[in-house]
């Protein structure tokens, strides 16, 4: 049975997919907003409803440990990237 998408949900899904299928999580706003243009963006809610949902992932970053190296600590960005189940659930609702 096929997983059932708001359009808020497939609008963020599609993100995903126009940005090569993953983003950094910096790039997604807490909060659902609005364009100039009265377009709906997606906020991090959606995507932890989509993660929930199996349908992207989030990476879990884990700080460098480089004992006197000037980047000891540096943590990278998480990132969220589309899973093929959520690229399927995208396509069967296009």
Same mark, same amino acid.
Request: charged letters at 25%.
């Given at each position: 049975?096929? !997983?059932?998408? %708001? ?5 963020? *899904?599609?993100?995903? !997919? %126009?940005?090569?299928? %993953?983003? *950094?999580? &910096? ?7 609005? &364009? ?19 349908? *992207? ?13 000037? *980047?000891?600590?540096? &943590? ?6 589309? &899973?093929?189940?959520?690229? !399927?659930?995208?396509?069967?609702? %296009?």
């Amino acid at each position: 049975m096929p !997983v059932m998408l %708001s359009a808020i949900e497939r609008a963020a *899904l599609q993100a995903l !997919v %126009s940005e090569g299928g %993953s983003m *950094l999580v &910096t790039m997604i706003s807490e909060r659902n907003e609005r &364009t100039v243009f009265g377009d709906v963006v997606a906020g991090m809610n959606v995507f932890r409803r989509l993660e929930k949902k199996g349908l *992207l992932y989030f990476t879990e970053e884990e700080p460098l440990d480089l004992p006197g190296d000037p *980047l000891d600590g540096f &943590t990278y960005t998480p990132e969220v990237y589309i &899973t093929d189940e959520g690229r !399927v659930a995208l396509a069967v609702h %296009s």
